[in-house]
């Protein structure tokens, strides 16, 4: 959460005084107005509002009709959602390595492709862009769907284009820990107009076809799914902070390169990047040669009160600690765990510690400097010192 307040209360109140705060109202409307704001923002032609990012992306393989039998690529730094994503639909992830932007590796893609692969799933962690032209090159030729995990990166963007459109489809994340929040939510947004009437039935099964006038002009035929609606407080908070998001990311992006400008270029190397300037901003993440430089780095900050987050410390962001899928357990009732399942016999699933070696390596000599938005100039110049070791 970076920055709420007034706003964001009288929204709430707004939606709770209207008496009329369901999704579907004769009232504010907050969701349906936020709905149409995030896809003029993004340039997308559909949008749907979630409880969460992991409902965004379930919602969105179940638009693409993944299922078992299919594998879909994840990189093995991402947090453990987007695997359980694809496990939930009943397919296998197929976990690959991360290039040196800690985003998804296209070579180790290529490698993994298999006859098998339905999706990929670009991360953009920390909101960092993923190689995506090579990544649409590769869906072309190959002709699997790019499913876009943007969780960390709302409002990020690759070469003028904003991240999660950019793909077949994909997902955002406004939980607390996002670029702007709502507590907890998230959203689809995609081009593809069967993706979107598949999620619009799966993420809103039982109350789609009841409220209002949502199945109007829908072609695709109902079926059972899951309960992923959001309230119109959600979607009136999510308004306010919407208005906020484009001073979040200039504030973040120029503390960002301000803090780079004044300690990379000597010792101090800021890893590479796929559009620094479509990056949100959130981390300024520096290259050490080995694990031990970077552990020093990180003893001599925090003794000088700056905390510096390793990435391989992060838990759940990293494949190792995926328990949930490196032990293959992805459902409670055997027969409804994809691990289980005949279709997914003999997919891509042989998990081990050691698999993307390239992936942990990287992890373990990158420091992560986080950036604030509210940061002075004078707070960067001190913040820059002790990063210089002066
Ligand atoms: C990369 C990534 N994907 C997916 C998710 C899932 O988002 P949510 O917590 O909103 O379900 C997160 C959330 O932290 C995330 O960081």
Request: hydrophobic share 40%.
């Amino acid at each position: 959460m970076y920055r709420i307040g007034q706003d964001e209360i009288d929204a709430a109140g707004r939606a709770i005084l209207s008496r009329e705060f369901f999704k579907i109202n004769n009232a504010g409307r907050e969701v349906q107005h936020f709905e149409e704001e995030w896809k003029a923002l993004t340039g997308a032609k559909y949008a749907l509002t979630m409880t969460s990012g992991f409902a965004a992306l379930t919602s969105a393989l179940i638009g693409m009709g993944i299922g078992p039998g299919d594998e879909v690529i994840v990189p093995g730094y991402t947090y453990i959602a987007s695997a359980l994503a694809v496990t939930a639909v009943g397919a296998m992830p197929v976990i690959a390595e991360v290039d040196d932007t800690l985003t998804l590796d296209m070579a180790d893609v290529k490698r993994k492709l298999s006859p098998h692969t339905k999706a990929v799933m670009p991360v953009y962690i920390q909101g960092f862009p993923a190689d995506l032209d090579t990544l649409t090159a590769l869906s072309k030729a190959h002709g699997f769907r790019i499913i876009e995990d943007a969780c960390q990166a709302d409002g990020g963007m690759y070469k003028g284009r904003y991240l999660g459109a950019i793909g077949d489809a994909g997902a955002f994340s406004f939980n607390y820990f996002k670029v702007i929040t709502s507590g907890e939510g998230g959203a689809l947004v995609t081009d593809d107009r069967s993706i979107y009437e598949r999620a619009l039935i799966y993420h809103d099964a039982s109350a789609v076809a009841f409220f209002g006038d949502q199945l109007n002009g829908i072609e695709q035929p109902l079926f059972g799914g899951v309960e992923y609606r959001v309230s119109d407080i959600i979607g009136a908070i999510l308004r306010a902070q919407l208005k906020r998001m484009p001073g979040i990311l200039a504030d973040l992006r120029r503390n960002r390169s301000a803090l780079a400008e004044r300690v990379c270029g000597g010792d101090l190397v800021q890893a590479p990047s796929h559009d620094i300037d479509g990056d949100c901003g959130t981390t300024l993440a520096l290259r050490f040669e080995n694990e031990a430089d970077c552990r020093r780095f990180q003893t001599r900050c925090a003794d000088n009160g700056i905390g510096i987050t390793v990435p391989i410390d992060t838990g759940k962001h990293v494949y190792t600690n995926w328990t949930q899928i490196m032990e293959k357990r992805g459902a409670l009732h055997p027969a409804m765990d994809p691990f289980k399942m005949e279709a997914n016999r003999g997919l891509q699933t042989d998990y081990t510690p050691d698999m993307c070696p390239r992936t942990l390596d990287l992890l373990s000599r990158t420091a992560y400097v986080m950036i604030s938005p509210e940061w002075s100039e004078k707070d960067i110049e001190a913040i820059a010192n002790v990063l210089n070791g002066k």
